[in-house]
């Protein structure tokens, strides 16, 4: 699930609180909190920003993140040391083998599964973000499968996977779109939720949900132009081990688009101390930050399993008008458009 930075900390009410007071009192400390915090991450946003991963990446503007030689002085990121691998035997050692999910977090999606549709529950962010979501997509698959984006149905012909597709409001304005869309989530409530919805319209009706996971369907040999996973990758056990199956069904040649939460100071404070714990706007421990990538360390992730970024892009909320945009700050949500080599 995603969440957002707040440029300028709205007067939004805090429904928790008993008196205005309070509420005067509680918004003022969390524009502070997100005041301090801005200052002390601006090191952190230019660390990550200075990396040679970055090298064949643009931003969403168009520029190219700058290297690692623009800021000399800066001192490296140590190299995270990697987990032992399982040892064989346990059949919880077997699931790890075939699942990179959490039981805790199926069971925490599973719980408010019933309430995906609900624009005002707690995936309304999503809800929210998806239309800016979805400019990014079509504006990075378009330009990669040299396909209209002025058409209706620009990605008539592709075959899209979205892992992680929850109730299913990233699939269907993808099927309205022309693709030929399969969505999987490990929650079975999720999936029962997700055909309910689609069967209301003829569209979305050929959507072909399945609750099972990533690294089944690759041992199922399945392939797609293109897959997404979006809001996933933060709470899966093993992010490399789910980027080498997000990779394993794409097919030679096509793209694979990935959002997450950075894992800054900044994205803390607006993603878990406002987001969960002042303003309310999800159930508290949705999020754990130390899950969460730097755009440095998804790009690194991807290399490894053959994936080259391209374009990574971040998502800023208007105070004013409630509306997201894309742009340049990848400090808390960011999202990053990458492909596969063709084959020859």
Request: hydrophobic share 40%.
């Amino acid at each position: 699930m995603l969440l957002f930075p707040l440029p300028h900390f709205p007067r939004f009410p805090i429904y928790s609180c008993s008196s205005s007071a309070t509420k005067r009192r509680g918004t003022a400390m969390a524009a502070k909190l997100l005041s301090r915090l801005r200052q002390l991450d601006t090191r952190l946003i230019s660390l990550q920003h200075q990396r040679p991963f970055f090298r064949n990446a643009r931003l969403f503007s168009g520029q190219q993140i700058p290297s690692s030689d623009s800021h000399p002085s800066l001192p490296p990121t140590p190299t995270p040391t990697p987990l032992p691998p399982p040892s064989a035997g346990s059949a919880g050692e077997k699931r790890q083998r075939t699942s990179s999910l959490k039981d805790h977090e199926l069971a925490k999606f599973a719980a408010i599964s019933d309430t995906w549709w609900d624009s005002e529950g707690p995936f309304k962010p999503l809800h929210a973000m998806n239309p800016t979501r979805l400019a990014f997509i079509r504006s990075t698959l378009c330009r990669h499968f040299s396909k209209d984006p002025n058409v209706p149905k620009p990605f008539d012909g592709l075959e899209i996977v979205d892992v992680g597709c929850g109730g299913g409001i990233l699939s269907e304005p993808l099927a309205r779109l022309g693709a030929t869309v399969t969505g999987v989530d490990a929650v079975e409530k999720n999936i029962k939720i997700a055909h309910l919805h689609a069967d209301l319209d003829p569209t979305t009706s050929t959507i072909d949900y399945v609750c099972t996971t990533a690294e089944k369907l690759v041992e199922e040999g399945r392939q797609f132009d293109a897959v997404m996973s979006l809001e996933v990758i933060e709470h899966v056990a093993d992010p490399a081990e789910f980027c080498k199956s997000l990779a394993a069904l794409t097919r030679p040649g096509g793209a694979v688009v990935i959002s997450t939460i950075n894992r800054s100071i900044r994205a803390y404070a607006a993603a878990i101390v406002a987001a969960e714990y002042i303003l309310h706007w999800l159930p508290r421990g949705t999020h754990q930050w130390s899950s969460f990538l730097t755009p440095e360390e998804l790009v690194m992730i991807l290399k490894r399993s053959s994936i080259d970024v391209e374009e990574m892009a971040g998502f800023v909320l208007n105070p004013l008008t409630g509306k997201w945009l894309l742009s340049d700050d990848v400090s808390v949500n960011f999202i990053a458009f990458a492909t596969k080599k063709a084959e020859g």
